[in-house]
């Protein structure tokens, strides 16, 4: 049995019960808290989970839940509930990094491991995150943060110590979405409108018009690749210091402009900003909510592209880190 506590309660977080819910009986997971950022619920009995899939169902805030514990931290009701691992949908937190990184830091003190879809600490961190959980003798699974819906992680993983040189990327699909927008002849205010109209951008969209959302993701897949960056390293512009005109003319010409993610390992080179790019260039295949990556390494190109978001498939991203934790704790348990 896997006890889990819940962190967070936003679109992510409601999909994440859903579908844990779906799959407890066959991962053998026991759901034993939820948190927001308000407050928790201890679940103690099928009633009470009963209640939090209803909100969830509905859309509807945490804190309506007739069990709910205003003031009671994620960390305190993970441990309330005797929690082996949580799962972690908080919004990212780039500038202070809390309530984020206390949150992390006091899960591994507790002893609990963690699968997360939030990128704030592994961004901000770096490598520094990880080795002082692998000290702590805890699992971290992190799929969900980069390209939820595609294997980007699981590419990167694959690639280590195969000496990659660079990574070029399309990590955001809201910019990708308002680049879409002005292409057909909307201005970059009212594409961004429109994307938050359509929810694929946040009501304050600077997380990714600004570049910290990709470069985030960028931080991520270089460290999995063996570097050491920080997301303070990444040199970011924002995806409207291109002008409008500049998009249009380019799509006329047979090009595009795409908002690039790139890292040269070599010439210790990392930043994200807009780029005309050729048609034929692989990031230009890049619609809507896809992403598309490219590894460059051994005088040749590996090209990963696919799905992005929404929140229903990175919810079952995150479950199916579950397996590799299983997997971790029987060879734990083993030895």
Known sequence: MI?????????VGRELLLRLVEVRKELDVNITSISSSRGSVIVAGPGDLAYAVKLAHEGRKLHEHEGFREGMGPVEASVVGDADLAMITMPPS????????????????????????DKTVLALEGRRFLEYAAKAGVYVGYRATVAAGTPAIDAALGLRLR????????LNAST????????KGLSFEEAIRESIKAKLAEPDPSIDTHGWDPAAKLVILSNTLGADVKLDLIERTPVDSIGEDVVRNSLREGKRVKYIAYADFNEGVYRVRPE???????LAMAEGEENVIVFTLEGTEIVLK?????AWRTAKVMVTDILDYIRWRNLVEEH
Do not use: C, H, Q
């Open 176 to 183: 990708n979405y308002i680049l879409g927008f002005v292409e």
């Open 163 to 170: 000496g990659v040189e660079s990574i070029r990327a399309v």
């Open 306 to 310: 696919g799905p992005a978001g929404p």
């Open 3 to 11: 006890n889990v506590s819940l962190v967070g309660f936003g679109n």
């Open 94 to 117: 780039y500038f202070s990094g809390e309530p984020n990184k206390s949150v992390y830091y006091g899960l591994i003190e507790e002893g609990i491991s963690i699968i997360t879809a």
């Open 276 to 282: 005309v790019i050729p048609r034929d260039d692989p």
